[in-house]
């Protein structure tokens, strides 16, 4: 796949428009040789720019990288659930795809609970690659991607990003280095945690009311924090309505990067800016204008959201 034929992919997804069958099956492929190298906890270097959720909200994407910068000129590091439940989860995920292939040191993506064949049968990426492509092909590509997509990733030694949040399976980052990845997240256990699990104001581990992952408290966070030497704990997962959520005296933010969630909930999104130094600025912006949108044929939201 030349350099010239990505750019040109690039530019038609930007649009919003469909690449063909064949060329998301050549470009999947060449992802899957990138990411395979790619380790459980991916090092990634500052300054760097962090996105959480963006679900299939494309304009919304467009609108995120008017506000934070394009690729290549800014380093980005996506923290999961690119699909999913807005309308344009193909658009969105195969366009990053192509950046990552075409820009591989400066976007890096890590697995949400949403990149999952279960869920995606579920919550709208399915349907959406079937109405679009006339059959099952492209989401069985983007799905096989799924699997090869890092777990969590680590800035400058000194900030941890995952999904989710964290395990009771797992104490140390090394841990994580040795977990096989390349599966569909599994019910339970260290990898379904770090894609599922949230902070809460608790003592030490709850239950999860998700049915997956588990609730952790400021003691597991300062724990965790300690002995693998960090800073910060970076997640997503949850919607904020002020776009992102810091806690435990600043040693856990939520990022969420999806404006007008599921295009009704009203809540603004934000992106965490490190700079070389890793201090940090939170980016918050409103969902792209009505003018810049395009009117989607068929609504393919489920009416439950978690």
Same mark, same amino acid.
Not at 42 to 49: F, H
Not at 100 to 125: A, C, M, W
Not at 178 to 199: Q, T, Y
């Given at each position: 796949?030349?350099?010239?034929?990505?750019?040109?992919?690039?530019?038609?997804?930007?649009?919003?428009?469909?690449?063909?069958?064949?060329?998301?099956?050549?470009?999947?492929?060449?992802?899957?040789?990138?990411?395979?190298?790619?380790?459980?906890? &991916?090092?990634?270097?500052?300054?760097?720019?962090?996105?959480?959720?963006?679900?299939?909200?494309?304009?919304?994407?467009?609108?995120?990288?008017?506000?934070?910068?394009?690729?290549?000129?800014?380093?980005?590091?996506?923290?999961?659930?690119?699909?999913?439940?807005?309308?344009?989860?193909?658009?969105?995920?195969?366009?990053?795809?192509?950046?990552?292939?075409?820009?591989?040191?400066?976007?890096?993506?890590?697995?949400?609970?949403?990149?999952?064949?279960?869920?995606?049968?579920?919550?709208?990426?399915?349907?959406?690659?079937?109405?679009?492509?006339?059959?099952?092909?492209?989401?069985?590509?983007?799905?096989?991607?799924?699997?090869?997509?890092?777990?969590?990733?680590?800035?400058?030694?000194?900030?941890?990003?995952?999904?989710?949040?964290?395990?009771?399976?797992?104490?140390?980052?090394? &841990?994580?280095?040795?977990?096989?990845?390349?599966?569909?997240?599994?019910?339970?256990?260290?990898?379904?945690?770090?894609?599922?699990?949230?902070?809460?104001?608790?003592?030490?581990?709850?239950?999860s009311p998700r049915g997956a992952g588990y609730l952790f408290g400021s003691d597991v966070v300062?724990q965790f924090n300690h002995v693998n030497k960090i800073d910060l704990i970076c997640r997503a997962?949850?919607?904020?309505?002020?776009?992102?959520?810091?806690?435990?005296?600043?040693?856990?933010?939520?990022?969420?990067?999806?404006?007008?969630?599921?295009?009704?909930?009203?809540n603004v999104a934000a992106v965490l800016e490190l700079d070389e130094n890793l201090s940090r600025?939170?980016?918050?912006?409103?969902?792209?204008?009505?003018?810049?949108?395009?009117?989607?044929?068929?609504?393919?939201?489920?009416?439950?959201?978690?």
């Amino acid at each position: 796949m030349s350099t010239s034929d990505l750019d040109r992919q690039i530019e038609t997804l930007k649009r919003c428009e469909l690449i063909k069958e064949s060329e998301v099956k050549a470009l999947c492929q060449k992802a899957k040789e990138l990411l395979v190298e790619e380790g459980n906890v &991916q090092r990634v270097m500052a300054p760097v720019t962090l996105v959480g959720d963006i679900h299939g909200q494309f304009f919304d994407v467009m609108e995120l990288f008017r506000v934070g910068g394009d690729i290549p000129e800014t380093n980005y590091l996506f923290i999961g659930d690119f699909v999913d439940r807005g309308f344009y989860s193909v658009e969105t995920f195969l366009l990053l795809l192509a950046l990552k292939v075409r820009y591989p040191d400066r976007i890096t993506l890590i697995r949400g609970n949403h990149e999952s064949r279960q869920i995606t049968q579920v919550y709208g990426f399915y349907d959406e690659c079937l109405r679009k492509y006339g059959s099952v092909n492209v989401w069985r590509y983007c799905t096989d991607i799924f699997d090869f997509l890092s777990l969590s990733a680590l800035i400058e030694d000194r900030v941890f990003a995952v999904h989710g949040g964290l395990s009771p399976s797992v104490s140390t980052l090394d &841990q994580i280095r040795k977990l096989d990845r390349k599966l569909e997240v599994p019910h339970d256990g260290a990898m379904c945690d770090l894609l599922w699990s949230d902070p809460e104001e608790i003592d030490g581990w709850g239950l999860s009311p998700r049915g997956a992952g588990y609730l952790f408290g400021s003691d597991v966070v300062q724990q965790f924090n300690h002995v693998n030497k960090i800073d910060l704990i970076c997640r997503a997962h949850q919607l904020v309505m002020e776009g992102y959520k810091p806690m435990f005296d600043d040693t856990l933010v939520t990022i969420w990067s999806a404006p007008n969630y599921c295009y009704r909930c009203g809540n603004v999104a934000a992106v965490l800016e490190l700079d070389e130094n890793l201090s940090r600025n939170f980016k918050v912006f409103e969902s792209a204008p009505q003018e810049a949108r395009g009117v989607p044929t068929k609504s393919t939201r489920p009416s439950y959201f978690l």
